[in-house]
């Protein structure tokens, strides 16, 4: 007779820790998309049962939303610091320098948990791919915000197209988490911004 005992998730302990159940919930997402997170791998990195989940945090796009805002509040907290930069050169280079240390950091999955989720959703995940691409135009639409004031203070020619020079930052910004993800290293995406920020617009 076989005696061994399968191990199973428990229900919610009595210690449960909300943030560090939301911060592992995190890393799955982020490791695999909305889409191929299972609820297997959930329950699992958790270490509770499904109906425990759903007690705590809802569904599961419930507890996605939930994962994606402790993304934008903590490992993204940098871009605040890039558009307050004295220039928007400085804003440029302190966005794409933190964002290369957060795509290869060893401790976190690699890449963008945004760039990576939208690019993986199926058709069955529209609505969470449609907010995640939402997400990322508002970025450029802040990008371009930002390089207009740029205008206004003299820091860019005013003949520079800020939304263009906006799409130009997010495709880098998405190129760089696309190499990230298939093992580029952090020095190689640091030379690639090097190299992007050769051509910045100069005031004459």
């Known amino acids: 007779m076989n005696t061994t005992i399968l191990k199973r998730p428990r229900g919610r302990p009595s210690n449960f820790n909300h943030e560090e159940a939301l911060e592992k919930a995190l890393q799955v997402f982020w490791a695999h998309g909305y889409e191929g997170a299972s609820m297997a791998e959930l329950t699992e990195a958790l270490g509770i049962n499904k109906p425990s989940i759903y007690a705590a945090f809802g569904n599961k796009e419930e507890l996605f939303h939930k994962a994606l805002g402790k993304y934008l509040s903590g490992p993204l907290s940098y871009i605040s610091e ?88 997010a495709t880098i910004h998405q190129g760089m988490s696309v190499q990230a993800t298939s093992g580029t290293s952090k020095e190689e995406l640091l030379n690639v911004i090097q190299q992007a920020l050769k051509n910045w617009p100069i005031s004459s």
């Open 82 to 169: 890039a558009m307050n930069q004295p220039t928007a050169r400085e804003t440029v280079e302190t966005f794409l320098t933190k964002s290369a240390e957060l795509l290869t950091n060893p401790n976190n999955p690699r890449g963008c948990m945004i760039v990576q989720g939208a690019l993986t959703c199926g058709k069955g995940s529209n609505t969470i791919q449609q907010e995640l691409i939402v997400y990322r135009s508002d970025l450029e639409t802040s990008f371009a915000k930002r390089f207009e004031l740029a205008k206004v203070q003299g820091d860019l020619p005013p003949e520079v197209n800020t939304k263009q020079l906006a799409k130009y930052i």
